[in-house]
């Protein structure tokens, strides 16, 4: 939906768009069904006639297709794939990247910032060269941090941001200059796995941004496969034993860790239905001093 943000307010800014470049169409779902990018829906449901390229890979037939729309500037966000040098050169590359550079350079900029529980968000327009986020910068947006943000919202918030931005940059390319990256201070982030939703209750705090940064996808999860759902940071100092159960009410279970406590709305069990907490711990017949696991 980031693209999907950006493409809707460039177009509300008064660019033009002459083509479109995504990735094809993916099977989804039980049935396999062809599923568009957000993007290519965008398009076709309020813009028909501008152009859509859905090219398997950036080869010669794909270039040529490109260089037929005579772009001034080509805009790249969130699209996945290294681009090749010859689209390069065909016109100025400019990207869009979730985080201020160089600082999390990479796939998963927007959960490195809630994982490094950061005071200020931002975003980065860049003119790309041939490595991954090195370019020089065009313009930065940012936002000091005025609560906790999970993924979906962070996502939506600098998804505007960056879009306004980038149609800053567009309008007055000519007048800027590009500031080189500093890349002795450059950090990586690598892509998001099912795996990295692992948690354990020794830290309440790592638990609750990695739930925050998580957000929807892939969740957090205890070692059991058990996942948790609508988590509160309660406490970051108190000191329990891992996984004690505190309380239990209609709002949720208080669970200990061995620094700080945390509050749990809903409980998933592998393969059922995610319901509320107090009634799954009935169903599992746990009271307050068990171990949750």
Not at 79 to 87: N, V
Not at 212 to 229: C, M
Not at 267 to 289: D, F, H, M
Request: positive net charge; contains cysteine.
């Amino acid at each position: 939906m980031f693209a999907r943000v950006v493409l809707q307010q460039l177009i509300l800014e008064g660019v033009e768009i002459v083509g479109l470049v995504t990735q094809p169409s993916k099977p989804f779902g039980r049935h396999h069904t062809p599923k568009d990018s957000a993007t290519k829906t965008f398009i076709l449901e309020n813009h028909p006639h501008i152009p859509i390229l859905e090219p398997n890979k950036l080869d010669e037939e794909a270039l040529q297709a490109i260089a037929a729309l005579k772009p001034d500037k080509i805009v790249v966000v969130a699209y996945g794939k290294i681009l090749p040098q010859a689209l390069l050169d065909l016109a100025p590359c400019l990207n869009l990247h979730g985080s201020i550079l160089p600082q999390f350079r990479g796939a998963s900029p927007l959960q490195e910032m809630i994982l490094h529980d950061l005071k200020t968000f931002g975003v980065s327009v860049i003119l790309m060269d041939a490595h991954m986020d090195t370019g020089d910068i065009l313009g930065v947006a940012s936002f000091e941090k005025d609560r906790d943000h999970n993924l979906q919202d962070l996502g939506a918030r600098l998804a505007l941001l960056g879009a306004k931005l980038m149609a800053s940059v567009l309008k007055n390319f000519k007048n800027i200059t590009p500031t080189p990256q500093d890349h002795s201070q450059a950090s990586y982030c690598k892509k998001i796995s099912k795996a990295d939703g692992l948690v354990d209750f020794s830290n309440a705090r790592q638990v609750y941004l990695k739930y925050l940064a998580y957000y929807p996808w892939p969740g957090v999860f205890l070692n059991s496969g058990l996942k948790l759902f609508g988590i509160e940071l309660l406490s970051t100092a108190e000191q329990h034993k891992e996984g004690k159960i505190l309380t239990i009410d209609d709002e949720g279970v208080s669970v200990g860790c061995a620094k700080g406590a945390l509050k749990i709305a809903q409980l998933q069990a592998p393969g059922k239905q995610k319901v509320g907490a107090k009634a799954y711990l009935s169903g599992k017949r746990l009271k307050v001093g068990d171990i949750l696991a």
